[in-house]
């Protein structure tokens, strides 16, 4: 067996986004709550729902029922409307650590999002490229989410 060192760029993710919401504070955190959770969909559309426990040391994992699951984190910290951080392994089944933060702000008669995961660890190069855009279409649908919930409650 050959073994080969990873540089720290290869062991380390880093990655920053931002989105703003037309909803309040308060809206925007609670579909963010639901899209993590029982609203989460894959970006090809395909429903998977996961648990998300809103209190520090709450556990955010797929429940695949009887049982069987996989842990994606813990809440770290949650500060509602504005702060909700999650650490643990996410969807990367190998020795990884992760946190990833959600800062929410008020912003231009709307809501700012402010999106950081950094991970370290062995990261699957497939896991590189996908997360990105994962994580992107995860924000989009929380801000469809509560623009929607917006358009609702204002009828």
């Known amino acids: 067996m050959v073994q080969t060192a990873l540089t720290i760029e290869e062991m380390t993710l880093n990655i920053e986004q931002e989105i703003h919401v037309n909803a309040s504070l308060e809206t925007t955190f609670a579909a963010l709550l639901e899209q993590l959770g029982p609203g989460n969909e894959r970006p090809d559309g395909v429903a998977?729902?996961?648990?998300?426990?809103p209190w520090p040391g709450g556990r955010w994992f797929r429940d695949l029922a009887g049982g069987n699951g996989h842990h994606w984190a813990h809440v770290q910290a949650i500060k509602r409307p504005t702060l909700l951080e999650f650490s643990g392994p996410l969807f990367m089944s190998y020795p990884v650590a992760n946190n990833v933060q959600y800062r929410l702000s008020e912003e231009g008669g709307g809501t700012l999002i402010k999106f950081r995961h950094?991970?370290?660890?062995?990261?699957?190069?497939?896991?590189?490229?996908?997360?990105?855009?994962?994580?992107?279409?995860?924000?989009q649908k929380a801000r469809e989410r509560a623009e929607g919930s917006q358009t609702k409650s204002a009828r």
């Open 48 to 53: 998977m729902p996961m648990k998300l426990e």
């Open 118 to 139: 950094t991970g370290f660890g062995f990261i699957a190069e497939e896991h590189r490229k996908g997360v990105v855009s994962g994580w992107g279409y995860m924000l």
